[in-house]
């Protein structure tokens, strides 16, 4: 990844925005970022790594905190990064939740946290990424690191490599285990333990389910289980023998009680086809005089369509009677009304000259009127021009003597300007003399707390040292007493095998058939206990003098280390001296500060009076032409109100002119509304006369053609009467009275008949048939028959209930049969996979094989990986004489094996790292740093970084080493890379050439700007 261009604004101490190309450095790739304490360095490298991965460069320093404090509240907050992967172009945007103003009103709201990346190709197509998620995956796709990656290789701390440098093993061990994210190799150690223990677990929970199995059955192994099963499968095969016999008897009652049952159904048959024939003799005896009246009504209804045919006829024939009198009434009516409309309309026609004439003096009346209105205003007009060409000639006056006072203002300025700028120019002189002053402060109190650690080291050693002497005393009494408990064991082992011998018996040790001089029985008892008891004893007390001597080694290391730090500081100086010069310089820079503040507001008001003169002229220019504009506007108003007062009166009200003309307009609006509602009231009564004339000679037809029908329908209906037997109209309408009159009702009686005597016939066939089906047979005893089968169903039934539950206690000793073989297979597997996960577990955790944790296995690879790339550069920086090494490893020390020590090739000898001066341990402290970065690299993939800041550190060199430590990071250049050295060392500006200033700005905030070419001397 290298940088092309970074924008920020608002951001860090950067309150307005800053644009970096990072492109003019193509011919300087190595530059320095220089600039004072708290200027802003180290946040241009915030801005950096915020754009890419949404945090800072600066651990514990959160998005929210990067919004500049002093921006106002409508100013944006972001960062924008273009950059250059393998060959292609990216940009990406991005800003932090902070609160900022509404864009209506003046409340604040909160501006969510945003982000864009976008793709940027030849052709200008863009191809854009928005969502978090979806951002942060493509960045660490792109440059091959996720965030923390990126800080370790892309912006080197010196001061964590120097700690890292000087530190112990617990320590060291707890850096790399940050830097290089090694607590999965811990994870796992605890995985495959954990592992272990479940997969135990699992096996004692087979071993207790395999019990309770055995249990159940009330047997305490398998071969107990496997009779118990045989006897039950044996007990089963007799039930079902039993069974089948039971089933056979039981099928035998059930036949003869089914035919006894239907036997007794034919019997019960025969005595409801009795008692049915009974009811439909009775049924039919009543049914000859329902026939006949059926018979009468069945004619009557016969003739209903010819009397309703009758009835219809002689109905229309009045409807059309009273229409037609209806009608001769309305024709009179709309005669008398047709008359006096047409009357009204010829007196319209007559008076129609006189409504012209109104409307043609209607609009004469109509222009009158917007003359009279435009002549109003126009002198409104008129009036209000005079005013504002007066209004535009007194602020033209006005304007002219504000620009005279204004010229006197700014000349006044310019004089105070020239007074204050010899006093401002001492300002950067004093303010580099005070960063001297307070840079020796600093030393000086940094010495004294180096001092401080110093004697605290020096205690602190000398107390590990009495402790492990103290340690190794105990330890040493310990052992001497389990010598002496092993002698007296020796003794009394001897001494109880001599009491068993005698002479010409051979001796079981050495085989001698004399025994001239036997052991003799001590009085002090020892046993096996004692002795075990008193060697872990001593054992506990040898590791704890091995635990004391190292940590007095450790303890030398610090104070050899803190001795190093005290001889790296610059002299001790008197502190009053100091502290009165730094009072003076103070003094002095706040003079200089004080008159280049009121420089800076005098430029500010000589600016703003400038701005102030050239909108005055502005304003003289525009009031000159208001002038003449009110005065063109003056003329040509007072010209239409002279045209106006020629064409009407010089009284004409335009109030009064209106009044008139509305009255007049009304008047003919009436008047001929009247006219044409007169016309339209003739023409619809001529029409309404007409219709009714049409309809009454219509009307009158219908009336004698449905008379002629009426008459022709009455005389068929008596015909009809007279053929079908009735007497009169009133016999006919009795034989229909009631009911009877209902065609459904008949269809009712007719069919109750006829199904009475349908039913008479059935009755007798069913009678006749029962009587057969059962002609001598004997009536069976049912309830004989039911009681017989009921005894061998209850038989049936415990045999099955007997067999069944044999047989279900067989398939629970066949599915637990089959259980404990599935255990039996699940727990040879899980004993298997326990010693397989068991030895894995001890492995890694360091109980067998080497002894060491799989943990520190990685650690002490890495480690070793890191001092190899670091050599190549150290060799080089130190001119050959400096090389880093691994200090001991202990075997089964799981904390060790990350000690390091530094080989000098001229002594020959190794030594603690804590011995380099301040020089010789920032130059380990570069290698390692740059070691670190390689390897991280190269453990992310192989991805190539071509970018590299690496932060302080350079101050404490001399001129020598400076120029091997500068050489060498040239060299490193040359691969293509861009590097950026990070410090405020004023002597490093003449030596790199290519510099990024970052500056304080005296309003508050910071800037920044690159610098190329020569080198300044």
């Known amino acids: 990844m290298r940088p092309e261009i970074l924008k920020l604004c608002a951001f860090g101490p950067y309150r307005r925005e800053l644009v970096l190309d990072f492109r003019i450095l193509a011919s300087q790739p190595f530059f320095l970022i220089h600039g004072v304490t708290g200027a802003g360095k180290t946040s241009i490298f915030d801005a950096i790594c915020y754009a890419l991965y949404g945090e800072a460069a600066t651990e514990g320093r959160t998005s929210r905190m990067l919004r500049n404090r002093e921006a106002r509240p409508e100013q944006d907050t972001y960062v924008e990064l273009t950059f250059v992967v393998r060959g292609m172009r990216w940009r990406i945007r991005r800003n932090p939740e902070y609160e900022r103003k509404a864009k209506r009103g003046e409340r604040l709201v909160r501006q969510a946290a945003g982000v864009l990346l976008t793709r940027l190709k030849d052709d200008g197509e863009e191809q854009n990424w928005k969502k978090e998620g979806e951002v942060r995956a493509k960045i660490v796709s792109l440059l091959g690191f996720e965030c923390k990656e990126f800080r370790q290789v892309v912006l080197l701390p010196q001061g964590e490599f120097r700690r890292f440098l000087m530190a112990d093993t617990s320590a060291r061990k707890e850096i790399m285990r940050v830097l290089f994210n090694t607590d999965i190799y811990q994870k796992l150690e605890e995985k495959l333990k954990a592992r272990a223990s479940g997969v135990n677990r699992d096996y004692e929970a087979i071993l207790q389910q395999r019990e309770l199995y055995l249990q159940e059955f009330g047997v305490s192994d398998e071969a107990a289980f496997a009779e118990r099963q045989q006897a039950q499968a044996k007990e089963v095969a007799e039930l079902a023998g039993l069974l089948s016999l039971k089933a056979a008897e039981k099928e035998k009652t059930a036949k003869e009680l089914e035919h006894g049952r239907q036997l007794e159904a034919l019997f019960l048959e025969d005595a409801r086809a009795g008692q049915e024939l009974v009811r439909a003799e009775r049924a039919a005896a009543g049914d000859y005089e329902q026939l006949a009246r059926l018979t009468l009504a069945e004619r009557a209804a016969a003739l209903q369509d010819v009397c309703r045919q009758a009835r219809q006829a002689a109905q229309k024939a009045r409807q059309r009677q009273q229409l037609l009198e209806k009608l001769t009434a309305q024709g009179r009516q709309a005669k008398q009304e047709m008359e006096a409309a047409e009357k009204d309309r010829k007196q319209s026609e007559a008076e ?6 109104r409307r043609e003096a209607l609009v004469m009346k109509r222009r009158e009127l917007q003359v009279a209105e435009g002549l109003r205003a126009d002198r409104q007009q008129l009036k209000a021009a005079h005013a504002a060409f007066a209004k535009a000639e007194h602020e033209r006056r006005e304007l002219q003597r504000q620009g005279e006072a204004l010229q006197k203002q700014l000349d006044a300025l310019q004089a105070q300007l020239k007074e204050t700028a010899t006093a401002a120019a001492d300002g950067e002189a004093a303010g580099l003399l005070v960063q001297n002053l307070q840079q020796a402060q600093r030393e000086q109190e940094l010495r004294a ?26 330890s040493a009494k310990a052992a001497e ?12 082992r001897a001494a109880l095998l001599a009491e068993n011998l005698a002479d010409g018996e051979p001796c079981p040790v050495c085989g001698s058939l004399h025994h001239p001089q036997l052991a003799r029985q001590i009085e002090e008892v020892v046993t096996d206990d004692m002795l075990q008891q008193q060697e872990e004893a001593w054992q506990g007390l040898e590791a704890c003098r091995e635990a004391r001597q190292r940590e007095e080694q450790q303890a030398a290391s610090q104070l050899a280390a803190c001795q190093a730090k005290l001889d790296a500081l610059p002299a001790a100086r008197d502190k009053q001296q100091l502290m009165h010069d730094l009072a003076a310089a103070t003094v002095r820079l706040q003079a200089a500060e004080k008159a280049s503040q009121r420089q800076l507001e005098l430029n500010e008001a000589l600016a703003q009076g ?10 003289q220019a525009d009031s000159e032409k208001a002038c003449q504009d009110a005065a063109a506007a003056e003329a040509a108003a007072r010209a239409r109100v002279t045209d106006k007062e020629a064409q009407v009166p010089a009284d004409a009200d335009p109030a009064v002119l209106r009044q008139q003309l509305v009255q007049e307009e009304e008047a003919v609006g009436q008047a001929e509304a009247l006219a044409k509602k007169i016309q339209m009231r003739a023409q619809q009564t001529a029409l309404a006369h007409e219709g009714l004339r049409a309809d009454w000679k219509n ?14 329908a009455a005389h068929a209906f008596m015909s009809r009467l007279q053929e079908a037997s009735f007497a009169s109209v009133e016999a006919y309408e009795a034989a229909l009275a009631g009911p009877w009159q209902d065609a459904a009702y008949r269809q009712t009686v007719k069919a109750g008949l006829e199904q009475h005597d349908k039913d008479l016939h059935a009755a007798r066939d069913a009678r006749q048939r029962s009587q057969s089906a059962i002609a001598g047979q004997e009536r069976p005893q049912v309830t004989v028959l039911e009681q017989a089968y009921r005894q061998a169903e209850q038989a049936w039934q415990d045999i099955f209930a007997r067999h069944g539950k044999a047989e279900l206690v067989g398939k629970s000793f066949a599915k637990r049969a089959q259980e404990l073989a599935n255990l039996a297979e699940k727990s040879t597997a899980l004993m298997d996979s326990y010693r397989c996960i068991t030895s894995l577990s001890e492995l890694a955790s360091g109980k067998t094989g080497s002894r060491i944790s799989f943990q520190t296995y990685v650690l002490h690879s890495l480690l070793d990986d890191v001092m190899a790339m670091a050599n190549e550069r150290l060799l080089i920086m130190s001119r050959g004489q400096y090389e880093l090494h691994a200090g001991e490893r202990l075997s089964g020390n799981k904390q060790g094996g990350l000690d390091m020590e530094v080989f000098d090739h001229y002594s020959g000898y190794a030594r603690p790292v804590a011995t380099l001066s301040g020089g010789e341990s920032f130059l380990a402290s570069l290698a390692l740093a740059l070691g670190l970065a390689d390897v991280v690299q190269a453990y992310a993939g192989g991805t190539r970084l071509d970018t590299m800041f690496i932060d302080e550190g350079f101050g404490t060199l001399d001129e020598d080493t400076l120029d091997v430590a500068l050489k060498a990071l040239f060299e490193l250049q040359k691969s293509g890379r861009l590097i950026g050295i990070i410090s405020h060392v004023e002597e490093l500006r003449s030596r790199i050439p290519a510099r990024l200033e970052v500056t304080k700005t005296r309003s508050g905030g910071s800037t920044a700007r690159f610098v190329l070419g020569a080198a300044k001397e």
């Open 481 to 492: 007493k389990l010598r002496h408990l092993r002698e007296l064991l020796h003794e009394a």
């Open 699 to 712: 009307a009158h037809q219908e009336y004698q053609q449905a008379a002629v029908e009426a008459e022709a």
């Open 352 to 357: 129609q000259p006189q409504r012209e004439a």
């Open 449 to 474: 707390l180096a001092e401080h650690h110093l004697s605290e080291a020096a205690d602190k050693h000398a107390k590990k040292r009495a402790a492990s002497q103290e340690a190794q005393e105990r």
């Open 610 to 619: 400038r701005k102030q003169q050239s909108e005055w002229q502005q304003k």
